[in-house]
């Protein structure tokens, strides 16, 4: 088949699977929530918005103890689960205050940060080492702007107010000033307008954790002065602080501490509503600090007030009911005052995103995803080394066998499957409450199961074998990687609920990505779909023969719907939204096609290719930018940032840059690149140049294994994952190269040959 025809097939597919799923065109942007049966409506703005602060309170904690005042609020307003992630895997109180009053993720810290706010001494509160705090966020690369919602406030004529006051005592009895909470509504010289953060808001109490407690008629008083003299006030329930930062508690230790420390938070909260005015005001409550021992957990976060309907909560930063991140608080409060985010903020206003109103069964599925996503991120790193080991061993054996003991064939054979097995499994491992196992019996759990599902493929494949001719080495690898292609791409068609909380998926608590195909789903899906494009290929042409010119043509026409229907899945804002993937997989699709259509790869190619990865990114660029602003994915928020000038562009690339570079280094999967390269290499330079007799052997491999390069090149460069991404698509190729390497060889095919992409072949 001619080249020409081959793409312009490709490209009408695509064009055709844009068309079908459709961009999803609503109204103009608005801050809005939620009311059943009427979708998304606007909100007014508000007359002051007050920011309730109750650091590491989690959705586990509200479960079990039920705090009236609180849960009160939760049931007439949208919760979710907050993910308080700034720059790294512990974020600080500083940090927390940081993000939340910059609106993108943003450090607080500097040398001396005890020194950060002003001893108490100066009310309203003044931020010292403001130029410090400016330059860590410039060497960062967020962008982050210090004290962006508290400028934007200024400039509109609105004043901010902040209660608060965590300190501590320490070991010798010397305060440690923690008032870090003058960082969220301080504007760009450091300065709020009302409040106070001073000692005079803490008494002494020996059975406290940190000696110290909140003054609670101190602290309402300080509020009600701040609430008649601002438009927007931050109001800490800084006991919950203190349990977390104390270095020493002397009172009851652990969760004992919590709770007693929320007690006295519900009861300031109580007393604080009593001046606030649900029909009027806005409430947003946050908990901008994880108490989760050894890094970030996900926290309560809560808005109430006029238009908010009670249910789940969500943003446009995480398009998912029930998430949002602490960037989003910053855009929320402007939004309720009907003022515009700066460009600098990143975050998006909260919306409600219905439901039931908030009650106990909403706490309880809420504290269940808060278990499930601290589990996940406990689990992934072991699992991962497990899964790294695996293949390490299975190429070990696989030389061994090939080189100089053949009888481990049989046992190469099984751990290759098993290592395909995996993938899929613990994507389906989400429908369960895999947390349960523990870290380790979860990992022996998949390993079984691994097993188990790869023994079952084995026995599949002698059963297909025996009724339709199809050479068995070809059939149990292709079962399982076909069914890593179906779990993933009917994921993703149905939302993505398997992506989230699984290892192979993304965190809530890391918050790189809430929807859509997450880095290593890509990988996975898209070595898996030229995998199983050219081993059922291989299949057809080992069985049927050489068919006439008519059916080859129909069959490759096969080949590039089911490519181009990935690409789809993968790319589109309302599936996968993932532009480094389709600027990998088209390239990838495309040699596919033209290689198995006869064709040879030449220079001119290189320009066809571009311009129909470009074309095709742009399309989806388009049907995302097509939305309200308010649904669109990180595709058309990064579009609109190319078409407003590019501002940030460049920064986004440099990070993105940097962070595969930081993987090279501390990643597992940088250890699985070079062994994979090894056995490549061996491979290819063995006496008997085994990969040479199989791409002989196996109609189709060749452009296979040429697009896999591809692919690989591509995936690792464009996408923030650095190293991970090609070491999991070699974790699909390889074991599928594997199995068909110590298998007998296929049976003679008929000896006609049909160009470049084998659909027959001739034995050597």
């Known amino acids: 088949m001619r080249r020409a025809p081959t793409a312009a097939i490709l490209v009408l597919v695509l064009v055709a699977g844009l068309g079908l799923v459709g961009p999803c065109v609503g109204a103009a942007d608005a801050v809005s929530a939620s009311v059943p049966g009427r979708g998304r409506v606007p909100v007014p703005p508000v007359d002051r918005v007050l920011i309730l602060s109750v650091p590491t309170l989690d959705w586990g904690l509200v479960d079990e103890e039920r705090p009236p005042a609180l849960t009160g609020l939760f049931a007439r307003g949208a919760v979710a689960s907050l993910s308080v992630r700034a720059v790294g895997p512990r974020t600080t109180l500083a940090e927390g205050y940081a993000t939340l009053g910059a609106g993108t993720r943003a450090t607080g810290q500097v040398e001396a940060e005890a020194a950060l706010v002003d001893a108490g001494e100066v009310s309203p509160p003044v931020v010292s080492g403001l130029d410090e705090v400016v330059a860590a966020n410039q060497a ?21 107010a902040v209660v608060a006051n965590a300190d501590v005592l320490g070991p010798t009895g010397a305060r440690r000033p923690h008032r870090d909470a003058a960082l969220a509504l301080m504007d760009e010289a450091g300065r709020v307008d ?8 803490a008494v002494t109490d020996p059975g406290v954790g940190g000696g110290l407690r909140t003054d609670i008629d101190a602290t309402l008083a300080a509020f009600s002065a701040a609430w008649s003299a601002a438009d927007v006030v931050l109001l800490e329930a800084s006991d919950l602080a203190r349990a977390d930062l104390a270095p020493a508690p002397a009172g009851p230790p652990g969760d004992q ?3 007693r420390a929320l007690a006295r938070a519900d009861a300031l909260v109580a007393a604080a509503l009593d001046e606030v005015d649900l029909d009027r005001h806005l409430v947003v409550v946050v908990a901008p600090l994880s108490g989760r021992p050894g ?35 910053a855009p929320t409060v402007l939004a309720a005052l009907g003022l515009e985010a700066p460009a600098s903020m990143v975050g998006a206003a909260v919306t409600g995103a219905g439901g039931r109103p908030p009650g106990p069964a909403s706490f309880e599925a809420l504290a269940v995803a808060g278990e499930v996503s601290s589990f996940r991120d406990d689990a ?11 293949q390490v061993l299975t190429y070990g054996l696989a030389a061994a066998a090939l080189a100089r003991w053949p009888r481990l064939a049989p046992v190469v054979g099984f751990l290759a499957l098993v290592t395909l097995a995996l993938p899929p499994l613990t994507f389906l491992s989400g429908l369960v409450r895999y947390d349960k196992l523990g ?23 002698r059963v297909i074998a025996s009724r339709t001719g199809a050479p068995r080495p070809l059939v149990a690898p292709l079962l399982l990687v076909g069914l890593t292609l179906a779990v993933l791409v009917g994921d993703v068609v149905a939302g993505a609920p398997l992506q989230l909380d699984t290892v192979f998926g993304y965190s809530p608590i890391v918050a790189g990505r809430f929807t859509g195909l997450g880095n290593l789903a890509f990988a996975l899906v898209s070595m898996s779909a030229l995998v199983v494009a050219t081993g059922v290929w291989a299949v057809a042409a080992v069985v ?12 490759l026409a096969g080949v590039a719907v089911a490519l181009a229907t990935v690409v789809v899945a993968d790319g589109h804002p309302a599936l996968g939204a993932d532009v480094g993937g389709v600027l990998a997989l088209v390239p990838a699709a495309l040699v596919v096609v033209v290689l198995l259509g006869g064709g040879r790869l030449r220079p001119g190619h290189a320009v066809a290719v571009t311009a129909v990865t470009v074309a095709v990114v742009v399309s989806f660029a388009a049907v995302d930018l097509a939305r309200p602003v308010a649904e669109r994915t990180h595709v058309g928020r990064f579009a609109a940032q190319v078409l407003d000038g590019g501002d940030g562009v460049a920064m986004v690339i440099e990070r993105k840059i940097g962070a595969n570079l930081s993987l090279l280094s501390s990643s597992v999967w940088a250890l699985a690149i070079p062994v994979a390269l090894a056995f490549l290499v061996f491979l290819l330079r063995r006496r008997r140049a085994i990969l040479g007799r199989l791409q002989a052997d196996v109609p189709g491999l060749r452009a296979c294994l040429v697009a896999a390069v591809v692919l690989a090149v591509l995936g690792g460069g464009l996408n923030d994952s650095g190293v991970a991404v090609p070491a999991m698509m070699l974790a699909v190729l390889l074991p599928y190269v594997t199995v068909l390497a ?23």
Not at 744 to 760: C, I, K, N, Q, S
């Open 140 to 160: 960062l690369g967020y962008g982050a702007v210090p004290g962006a919602l508290g400028q934007a406030l200024g400039a509109a004529g609105r004043r901010s």
């Open 194 to 201: 009302a409040g106070t953060v001073g000692p005079e808001l």
């Open 257 to 259: 501490a919590r709770r």
């Open 295 to 329: 890094g970030d957990g996900l926290t309560v976060a809560a808005v109430a007030g006029p238009g908010v309907a009670p249910g789940l909560a969500t943003s446009a930063s995480t398009n998912r009911a029930g998430y949002v991140a602490l960037t989003d608080v």
């Open 380 to 390: 992934t790193g072991p699992f991962s080394v497990a899964f790294v080991v695996l």
């Open 439 to 461: 870290v380790v019996g979860y990992v022996v759990a998949l390993f079984a199961a691994g097993a188990v599902l790869a023994g079952a493929a084995l026995a599949s494949s």
């Open 544 to 555: 049927q023969g050489a068919p006439a010119p008519r059916p080859r043509r129909l069959w």
């Open 742 to 764: 110590v298998s007998p060889p296929f049976p003679p095919a008929p000896a006609e040959r049909v160009g470049a992409g084998d659909l027959t072949t001739s034995r050597p």
